[in-house]
């Protein structure tokens, strides 16, 4: 047996070659092998090895027939894998060793001949940009499908009442449409970071080789234009050696989902009996085992929980970057699973949104109830007061003393006596209590980016013309 043939079968002795005697030691190798994660790099690697032969075959470094027959060649390789009529092999290492292996199988000589000025450092890291790319056009995409409903809930509820709420504790009214599109917001930044890190992802590494790229005449701009990168990487050191990109993309995903985590607390909170704000809908709730009368909001949980395992990536993977010496270190692999774990949670978590949001049964009657308390008035009569002339800081004094004796005598702000407020507040009259209530209050609040259902109107208006652009019936 040649000792090419004692290698092969060994799990994890992708790339050995002739220059090893003996196979790789069997525990050593299942460490080494990446196969069971970096099988998701499949379509990218074929895309990426397809148009490293076109450029090839175009400096003159591969035939056109070899290229013809390597580029079907691969198509036939992704499809027997994709549909299950072949297994990837772990004695193989890695996709990359895979698909050129049963390339080589398929198309013989012309197959030996496509790893020409290249190496696995710069075909991974090429494959990973590609993934990171696609990736980050995907969740682009479940990130505007998710504003389209919260922007269509929006403009049902712009005139909703509802307590606006800071320290959790009632403090003015807001409009239920002016909550959701604060949701809309956070989102519209998260899809801005995703869109940002992808633009530095765009950059090609083929032809950067195992670290020092390669004396062999490729053309490094048609490949890279080729697979749709904005150009080629500048410094060969540097491209098969970071995954900056993984960990920013990582990062827009954890944020994402901290903002995502904010809807699921309050949908927990709102579908409370307490609150009694929102009834989540039958196909987002569990039951319990034992209570039946039990709605769990599992889903909602789900989303606060999620960002848990997002920010663990992120620290993953800057953790596995930290200290590599240039260029290349088999350390790199480890940036594989944490990166597409962000990528696959944050599809998950995106793909229940849409429907979600658009089946929650809000509760205005009881979210109004809830506005209606006076003492949300309170910024207000302050506010009654600075128009009068009253300098803010005594303004909200006297208010504060008014407030301070309505609950001592167990009476709304709209209750206290004449001739109490004659001596607390003379500033007032008892007709601007009377008249506070939470509708008039929100409709006041009209102001660029206020909670009045006609700046929601406006606000609607920009987010759903800036969605309708882009496509999507708002
Ligand atoms: N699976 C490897 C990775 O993710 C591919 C590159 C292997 N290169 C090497 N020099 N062993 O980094």
Redesign the pocket.
């Known amino acids: 047996m040649s000792d090419q043939e004692k290698n092969k079968g060994a799990p994890g002795s992708g790339?050995r070659g002739a220059r090893f005697a003996g196979a790789m030691d069997e525990a050593a190798a299942r460490l080494n092998a990446?196969i069971d994660f970096?099988r998701r790099l499949l379509r990218d690697d074929v895309r990426g090895s397809q148009a490293h032969a076109r450029m090839l075959a175009a400096v003159g470094l591969l035939s056109q027939d070899d290229a013809k027959r390597i580029v079907a060649g691969l198509d036939q390789v992704a499809g027997e894998f994709e549909r299950g009529e072949r297994q990837m092999d772990a004695a193989l290492?890695?996709v990359?060793m895979n698909v050129e292996s049963r390339l080589i199988e398929i198309v013989g000589d012309a197959g030996r001949r496509l790893h020409t000025a290249r190496?696995?450092?710069d075909?991974?890291a090429t494959d990973m940009r590609l993934y990171a790319l696609s990736a980050a056009a995907s969740i682009v995409v479940g990130i505007d499908k998710t504003r389209v409903a919260l922007v269509r809930r929006a403009r049902e509820h712009a005139g909703t009442l509802l307590p606006g709420y800071t320290h959790l504790q009632r403090a003015q009214a807001v409009t239920l449409g002016h909550h959701l599109l604060a949701y809309a917001e956070m989102l519209g930044r998260d899809r801005g970071r995703f869109l940002d890190a992808a633009r530095r992802a765009s950059e090609c590494p083929l032809g950067s080789g195992?670290l020092a790229a390669t004396s062999l005449p490729i053309d490094r701009e048609k490949t890279s234009a080729d697979l749709g990168f904005a150009g080629p990487t500048h410094n060969s050191m540097d491209a098969v050696s970071d995954r900056d990109f993984c960990a920013e993309l990582a990062f827009a995903c954890a944020l994402l989902g901290v903002h995502l985590s904010r809807f699921g607390e309050e949908l927990v909170l709102w579908s409370t009996s307490e609150f009694g704000f929102v009834r989540l809908p039958d196909g987002y709730c569990s039951g319990s085992s034992l209570m039946p009368q039990k709605r769990n909001p599992d889903v909602a949980e789900l989303l606060r929980a999620k960002p848990g395992r997002l920010i663990g990536d992120v620290v993953a993977l800057l953790t596995v970057g930290k200290g590599l010496a240039l260029a290349?270190n088999?350390d790199?692999?480890e940036?594989?699973e944490p990166f597409y774990d962000a990528i696959e949670t944050t599809h998950l978590v995106l793909n229940v949104l849409p429907r979600l949001i658009a089946g929650l049964e809000f509760q205005p009657e009881r979210m109004k109830e809830a506005a209606s308390d006076p003492a949300l008035g309170a910024t207000d009569l302050a506010e009654h007061l600075v128009r009068d002339g009253v300098p803010f800081r005594r303004a909200h004094e006297i208010v504060g003393k008014l407030v301070r004796h309505a609950e001592r005598l167990g009476v709304s702000l709209r209750d206290v006596p004449d001739h109490d407020l004659q001596q607390i507040a003379p500033e007032l009259q008892s007709a601007t209590l009377q008249a506070l209530s939470a509708s008039r209050s929100v409709a006041g609040r009209a102001i660029l980016g206020g909670p009045a259902p006609a700046e929601v109107m406006r606000e609607l208006h920009r987010l759903a013309a800036e969605l309708q652009g882009r496509g999507y019936e708002v």
Do not use: F
Request: proline share 0%; aromatic share 6%.
């Open positions: 790339g990446s970096d290492e890695d990359h190496s696995r450092n075909q991974v195992a290349y088999k790199l692999q940036s594989q």
